[in-house]
């Protein structure tokens, strides 16, 4: 019952930046934690970002520290993901999962369908 759609990818060069959004349908969204994760053509998907439901917690995978910034507006029912500083490397269509028992790092209950984010170099 828990849809979650992304959107706010595109093509953009190096160095570039990008917001994602990704709305959640219901009405207990503040008991979620929700994260990015992303996969590139050929390879298995990875984690990116998390963030806890208060949103006051957050961790993100090492390639992207300090690049990208992860929150939540729990008013919105929406989680962002703020993507500065992007790198070819960063080409990959970006999902976004939310779990009420779990880590998203390590439970993903739900996904969102994916935003394609190109990265020219």
């Known amino acids: 019952q828990v849809q979650l759609t992304e959107s706010g990818g595109g093509l953009v060069q190096a160095g570039g930046s990008l917001r994602l959004s990704c709305a959640v349908s219901g009405r207990s969204f503040s008991d979620y934690a929700m994260g990015w994760f992303r996969q590139a053509p050929g390879k298995e998907r990875e984690f990116v970002a998390h963030?806890?439901?208060?949103?006051?917690?957050?961790n993100y995978a090492d390639s992207v520290k300090g690049r990208f910034t992860i929150s939540r507006d729990n008013a919105k029912n929406t989680v962002y993901l703020q993507m500065n500083d992007l790198k070819p490397d960063d080409t990959a269509v970006y999902y976004c999962?939310?779990?009420?028992?779990?880590?998203?790092?390590?439970?993903?209950?739900?996904w969102g369908r994916g935003t394609q984010v190109t990265v020219s170099s």
């Open positions: 999962a939310a779990s009420n028992r779990a880590p998203v790092v390590l439970v993903q209950d739900y």
């Open positions: 963030i806890s439901p208060s949103g006051i917690s957050t």
